[in-house]
């Protein structure tokens, strides 16, 4: 069993695929070919924004969303603790301090309720992470930032396709910000991201600073990065795109199964009802997580932790907050752990997984036991 089966997708848009990677090679515009363009068209009208700016990662989009709202040394940033390192070092990079508000324990997304008291004449911006493929409390989010005259940065790495309130991730807030990863939900076949608004002057800010600074061809307005997506990874996610809502219904049919074998026997990271997820990840909460880990891994079945140490006790990361500071994203992973998931994933694997899953945690194991 796979932990996401990358290759079955492949074979269900094969045909596809190569004939989009075909015609970049026939066409030969490998930097900004006219698949670029016809990519952040179809992505901007998906998600409702009004611009969208490819970049080469989901890391870059991050980095050059805090460049284009001016985000500088000595300003502050309020952020999740609890997500992939990447958010936290876009902060970094720039000088800037990352201030980590701890999350909620059932979304296991920044807890909206604590963020007011972190803002102090240095914030600037707040950047949530939609973890696991489900956005956090936006709403709560943009009115708090509202209120201080901050900017919002979704950090939707994971949830792209996801909804919150009738819109789509990525367009819920100022900016959003998506990577194309290949095992993320929409995925190319290498690096790639994307960032969306609908503040016309911040995209072109955002298109400048992606092609380092320039306005024109060696007029370097600002300073700038070396940030574009190629066009084959591009023409990938085009092909892809063609089967993305076929492949959403598959997640959610996924979690359904896995829903209906584990519900009131496992924990799971709870599912607000405004909201959709995308299931990046499929994940559950139990106690001796590593114990747990360990027998899914004897009976054939992957797993990951996302993630096993929050960014505020990274050892590179520690100096920006108290360890004690934020002590339900310390429970949590310590407790969380990753199913395999994607559209392919079949009810017999699933079936599986969830049998091992409660004899490793001894939950309704009589009734479940397969062997
Ligand atoms: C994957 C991920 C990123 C970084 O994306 P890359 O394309 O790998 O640079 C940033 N934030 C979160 C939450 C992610 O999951």
Redesign the pocket.
Known sequence: MEFIDLKAQYQAGRENINARIQAVLDHGQYIMGPEVDELEARLAAFTGARHCITVS???EA?LISLMALGVKAGDEVITTPF??I??AEAIVLLGATPVFVDIDPATCNIDPTLIEENITQRTRAIMP?SLYGQPADMEAINAIAYRHGLSVIE?A??SFGATYGGKRSCNLSAIGCT?F?PS?PLGCYG?G?AIFTSDAGLATAMREIRVHGQSQRYVHTRIGVGGRMDTLQCAIVLAKLDNFDWELKQRARAAASYDALLSGKIGKVARPRDRSSVFAQYTVVVDERDRVRAALHEAGIPTAVHYPVPMHLQPAYARWSAPDSAPVAQAMAARVLSLPMGPYLDDDSIGQVCAALLRATGSGAASCRQD
Do not use: H, I
Request: without cysteine; negative net charge; aromatic residues 12%.
């Open positions: 990662s989901g890391t991050l997500s992939f990447a958010t992470v950090d790495a994971q990577s990863f993320k690096d991201g």
